[in-house]
């Protein structure tokens, strides 16, 4: 990574409470085309979620801990602020000396944009604020929020529109939380109704909508200079799997989420 910050511009988009098990299957049937070309073999990489619901796992994504392979360690970080004993810096992370990630990106020169979809972004109370407060811009409107069946529709829109008003000479890292998949996601679903409310089938539905739309994001991402992403979901979430609900909870459905990095070079 210290070969690729201050040379490329840097996405992360998190799949708000994508579950593994349906991303993986989604990606191995051939739904989700836009995705699967971008994945290394095709694959989604399964991996443990750092927190069980989006305010901590971002606050852990944001420090440099993203979700840690699911097969035993030690694992190194691409990212990692300078901490004394950490066993998972080794040669190739990127060390700053900040807080935060986003902090350290700014320090080194990248503007960086937050385009927010779930609550804890929508800057509308002291809580909501905290993790866009991290960023130099941030935007949250109610179009971006989990309500709207157009929700990322919108945030590639503002996307593009981002991209386009930075000069060229200017380093970006955009971070995207895409709320779609996070309920209520049964208006994805054709003949699904709001009284049968989400399942796992307008979840993978959910994530079907999102794959029809990303190469539009990941056309903006790469449209000045190569870029590096990555895409991976912060939490999973029960849709009644041994009797469980939603997510804050110790659960495999909530802690097994997909993960996948790799280069959108800018003549793709």
Do not use: K
């Not at 201050?6 to 051939?30: C, I, Y």
């Not at 440099?64 to 810096?89: I, K, Q």
Request: with cysteine; aromatic share 12%.
């Amino acid at each position: 990574m210290n070969e690729v910050v201050g040379r490329d511009d840097l996405l992360l988009v998190t799949f708000d409470t994508l579950r593994f098990d349906v991303a993986a299957e989604l990606a191995a049937s051939g739904r989700i085309p836009h995705l699967a070309r971008h994945l290394p073999g095709g694959r989604w990489e399964e991996r443990h979620a750092p927190g069980s619901f989006t305010y901590a796992s971002h606050q852990a994504i944001f420090a440099g801990f993203l979700p840690t392979p699911a097969v035993p360690g030690p694992h190194p970080r691409l990212f990692a602020a300078r901490f004394a004993g950490s066993e998972t810096t080794a040669p190739g992370t990127y060390v700053f000396d900040a807080p935060d990630l986003v902090s350290g990106l700014a320090q080194a020169g990248y503007r960086t944009v937050c385009i927010g979809g779930v609550g804890f972004f929508n800057q509308r109370g002291p809580l909501g604020s905290v993790l866009p407060g991290m960023f130099q811009e941030s935007h949250w409107e109610q179009e971006f929020s989990v309500a709207s069946p157009t929700s990322f529709e919108a945030q590639v829109t503002r996307a593009d529109q981002v991209v386009g008003d930075l000069p060229e000479d200017r380093r970006l890292f955009l971070f995207v939380n895409v709320a779609s998949l996070h309920q209520p996601n049964w208006f994805h679903l054709p003949g699904a109704t709001r009284d049968a409310g989400d399942s796992r089938e307008t979840h993978a539905a959910a994530l079907e909508y999102v794959d029809r739309h990303i190469g539009r994001l990941f056309t903006a991402a790469r449209s000045r200079r190569r870029c590096f992403a990555i895409v991976c979901s912060d939490h999973g979430t029960a849709y009644g799997d041994d009797g469980y609900t939603g997510h804050r909870i110790g659960h495999e459905a909530v802690w097994t989420v997909p993960y996948a990095h790799f280069f959108l070079d800018a003549d793709e």
